[in-house]
């Protein structure tokens, strides 16, 4: 039998200044009521934008008097709101049996700035692990956000084993490369911006690494590029309405036959894709890199992609992959902030 989860994937407004008390509230409760709404739709899993909870605005954080923007260190955020809501996301998500997947801040001990993270709750309200953006932009990086570490994070629902990345980081392939060599079946893709050509870049990689994909934008951001779920190949199996209202994008991720590609999408059309000013200004964690090296590494990462993996290549011949086949468990992050420490998911019996 051919194994079936069913994805919802969330626009949600997303407040811009972490000092709101009230607008944090209110996007609270709107994740909640779509998290009821995607709940009664059948849903498994649940994923929100970046930032859900709250994307601080650097003109509205890091400006000073003169209008130059300065470092912040998140002091200022309201970070007892923050971890109430939070928690009752969390709680939210025990009740309903729903894993859900919604951004925030996570905060460090000033003066360090706090991590862009996307946070798993699993179906019993715990939290399961916490996804720190690695690759931030120049600003990002400069002004408002510490990166976070170099692994990559993979949990597993039901069997399914998902991968995650934020925002600029669909810019940079060679995440998704290695996602691919993990052997994950979905990529859930959070972003906080208004930038259709992303989420084309999104659906280029289910025709590169044949998997599927969640991508998440907010609700004002909705009318150029909506929330939606891309299936292996590259084809759009369903999209939330593009009216700047919160909603969402439903439909089955299993191992049926989603139909045919559309079209292959080689290396140098993926970065063909990629706006150069955003890409040569993106920071990798730590360091800068030469445009030359990011544009070589990218590259190469793909081309030693090649070997596919007993998964993708099962589906590809039509077939169902053995459970666990190639697999390798990756389950990083946490942190005691603001859902306690995240628990382990047992070892599957093999």
Request: hydrophobic share 40%; aromatic share 8%.
């Amino acid at each position: 039998m051919d194994r079936m989860l069913r994805l919802a994937v969330a626009q949600s407004t997303v407040p811009e200044d972490p000092r709101d008390q009230a607008a944090i509230r209110g996007a609270g409760e709107e994740i909640r009521a779509l998290m009821v709404e995607a709940a009664g739709a059948g849903a498994r899993l649940v994923q929100f934008p970046e930032g859900a909870l709250v994307y601080p605005d650097k003109h509205v954080v890091a400006a000073g008097p003169d209008g130059t923007l300065t470092p912040v260190d998140g002091s200022g955020a309201a970070w007892d709101v923050l971890r109430e809501e939070a928690q009752r996301i969390a709680a939210l998500a025990g009740e309903l049996s729903l894993w859900t997947v919604f951004g925030s801040l996570h905060p460090l001990t000033p003066p360090a700035r706090p991590h862009n993270s996307l946070y798993v709750v699993s179906d019993e309200g715990q939290l399961v692990t916490r996804y720190d953006k690695r690759y931030l932009s120049n600003t990002e990086l400069s002004y408002l956000y510490t990166p976070g570490r170099p692994e990559p994070t993979v949990f597993e629902v039901d069997g399914f084993r998902f991968g995650l990345a934020i925002c600029i980081e669909a810019y940079f392939p060679e995440l998704f490369a290695e996602y691919e060599r993990l052997d994950v079946d979905c990529v859930l893709v959070s972003v906080m911006v208004d930038d259709p050509a992303r989420a084309t870049v999104a659906q280029a990689y289910g025709t590169l690494y044949n998997y599927w994909l969640g991508y998440a934008v907010p609700a004002q951001y909705a009318a150029n590029a909506p929330s939606g779920i891309v299936a292996p190949g590259g084809r759009w199996l369903h999209r939330a309405p593009a009216d700047n209202r919160p909603a969402l994008a439903i439909a089955g991720v299993g191992d049926e036959d989603v139909g045919q590609r559309p079209h292959e999408v080689g290396i140098e059309e993926v970065l063909d894709l990629v706006p150069e000013k955003i890409r040569h200004a993106a920071m990798l964690p730590g360091q800068r890199r030469e445009r030359r090296s990011i544009t070589q590494s990218a590259s190469g990462s793909l081309r030693r992609s090649a070997a596919v993996s007993p998964r993708r290549a099962c589906r590809s011949a039509g077939v169902s992959a053995r459970p666990g086949w190639g697999r390798r468990r990756v389950v990083q992050g946490g942190g005691r902030w603001p859902l306690g420490r995240h628990r382990r998911q047992p070892a599957r019996p093999r």
